[in-house]
């Protein structure tokens, strides 16, 4: 373990300060989704800012290998003209890396990401792999919405 998950125990929720738009963020966060070697992980990655594309590539760089799972929710932007529940092929050396991107268009449509996220923990759910979750980011989140209602 390396950087900030070298100074975690067993925390199982983390919440990253860091000033808006920086690079920092990502780093921390695929530095978090990989305290576990990747083939016991599935990855679910909540991204308001970054396309699913450019996550991915950032977790090969850095992880070498996909996850057992891996999944985006892409909201609000990041969407652009990718469809529901699409799988994107992403080749790192040998490693093909299968990922479903789900697509939730209104950014303010809280009920609809929550039904999203828990159907995709609920699929994983007792299937021997460590859950890892990334919500990036919730000062994204909350420009759609209201901090009480967050």
């Not at 290998?65 to 469809?83: D, I």
Request: net charge negative.
């Amino acid at each position: 373990m390396s950087g900030v998950s070298a100074k975690l125990d067993d925390e199982s929720n983390v919440l990253v300060l860091a000033p808006s738009m920086s690079t920092e963020t990502d780093e921390v966060c695929i530095d978090l989704l990989t305290r576990t070697v990747p083939e016991q992980e599935n990855v679910l990655w909540i991204t308001y800012t970054r396309s699913p594309d450019s996550c991915l590539q950032n977790w090969l760089s850095h992880a070498g290998e996909r996850p057992a799972n891996l999944r985006f929710l892409s909201v609000g932007e990041t969407v652009r003209s990718v469809t529901a529940t699409t799988p994107i092929q992403e080749t790192s050396g040998d490693v093909a890396a299968d990922a479903v991107i789900d697509t939730l268009s209104n950014p303010g449509d809280l009920t609809g990401l929550g039904i999203k996220t828990s159907e995709v923990l609920q699929q994983w759910h007792g299937d021997g792999n460590k859950i890892v979750v990334c919500f990036h980011s919730l000062t994204a989140l909350l420009q759609y919405s209201d901090v009480q209602t967050v």
